[in-house]
């Protein structure tokens, strides 16, 4: 069986996310990752408005590993609505949630986040139609946002780890779509409806979710968010 690609981690740093992002033919002139300090309804309020996409950076942990193979059970014994038009795609690159999550973020709204000529927008187009795991296997093989992802991770504040090393930390996107919240993962089969959601009320309905990861997790403290948000 032939070994799945590694990529070096990508740091939740929002500098670093900006550049990537240019880079792949976003206008961080409009739109662009900021740090999200809390939770608290006071610090939420210190996100840019509009905000259009949250990345969560947590531990994997056994019970979480549990709680994920007890949900993906459960709901496909009884399947949940999911959005035609949501984009997503399952993560078979090793160290590529990053990447993944921000494909998320800005695939799911390129509606008012537009796109510049290159390479993300070339794999969208060519991926829109595929299931996620065909997505997927077009990710590993393609060479533009593979160089892309590669620069930017050598940056940071803190030195990268080799693409061997076992890295205990994930990164998941929470986008609204069509009136429903879903939480993007590439380490599962499908996207997860939270339910009910709007542009006014994605922000606090994505940090309630986000509080649930840290429930889950109480001792730990290795959770950080950065949102997509308009640059004010």
């Not at 739109?31 to 809390?38: I, L, M, S, T």
């Not at 608290?40 to 210190?46: G, I, R, T, V």
Request: contains cysteine; glycine residues 6%.
């Amino acid at each position: 069986m032939a070994t799945k690609p590694r990529w070096l981690p990508l740091e939740s740093n929002p500098e670093v996310m900006n550049k990537y992002i240019s880079n792949l033919g976003v206008d961080t002139t409009l739109w662009k990752y900021c740090d999200v300090y809390g939770l608290d309804s006071e610090l939420l309020a210190m996100v840019p408005s509009p905000c259009c996409s949250l990345l969560l950076l947590f531990p994997i942990t056994q019970g979480y590993e549990t709680f994920r193979l007890n949900e993906e059970k459960s709901l496909k014994e009884k399947p949940q609505l999911v959005s035609d038009s949501l984009y997503f795609t399952e993560q078979t690159v090793g160290n590529a949630c990053g990447t993944v999550g921000i494909i998320h973020s800005i695939a799911n709204n390129v509606d008012i986040v537009p796109l510049k000529d290159g390479h993300l927008k070339t794999f969208l187009e060519a991926t829109k139609h595929l299931t996620p795991k065909e997505k997927a296997l077009k990710l590993e093989t393609d060479t533009g946002i593979t160089q892309c992802h590669g620069d930017i991770a050598l940056e940071g504040q803190t030195k990268a780890p080799s693409a061997d090393e076992k890295v205990d930390l994930h990164f998941i996107s929470f986008v609204c779509k069509d009136g429903h919240l879903y939480e993007l993962d590439g380490r599962k089969p499908f996207p997860i409806n939270h339910g009910k959601s709007s542009p006014d009320t994605f922000l606090q309905d994505a940090a309630s979710v986000c509080k649930t990861f840290m429930k889950r997790e109480p001792d730990l403290l290795q959770f950080t968010m950065v949102a997509l948000a308009a640059d004010i």
